[in-house]
């Protein structure tokens, strides 16, 4: 069975951080490209950070230099992680994880969760 299951939202004050986890399973995700999104209500959802396969990162340019992804591949699953600092209020918002095969054939996604920005 796949499964990919967000944790780690929450509520907290602008400037503070959280580390996101996404623990994907029940395929060879190692083998996949793994992406954070997020949507903001009444939003598109956009991407904010990619983890390839092959080891590149990239960032949306509204959170370089406060956000970092990183994963951790193990034999049965990986683990993606979004470390986030200097929350600001914009930074609200629904947080989803994604696995992707490199021709898209094969896409997940997490349920997500809520991160709120506010004091």
């Known amino acids: 069975q796949v499964q990919l299951v967000e944790s780690g939202g929450g509520l907290v004050q602008p400037g503070g951080s959280l580390r996101l986890s996404c623990a994907a399973s029940?395929?060879?995700?190692?083998?996949?490209?793994m992406r954070w999104y997020r949507q903001a209500p009444g939003k598109q959802r956009e991407l904010v950070a990619t983890?390839?396969?092959?080891?590149?990162?990239?960032?949306v340019d509204s959170v370089k230099g406060r956000f970092t992804i990183s994963r951790v591949n193990t034999k049965n699953m990986v683990n993606l992680h979004l470390q986030m600092n200097n929350l600001k209020p914009e930074d609200t918002a629904v947080y989803y994880c994604?696995?992707?095969?490199?021709?898209?054939?094969?896409?997940?996604w997490g349920q997500g969760t809520q991160v709120t920005v506010s004091s």
């Open positions: 994604r696995g992707s095969s490199d021709d898209w054939s094969y896409d997940y």
């Open positions: 029940g395929i060879a995700f190692s083998t996949y490209n």
């Open positions: 983890f390839t396969r092959y080891g590149t990162t990239t960032y």
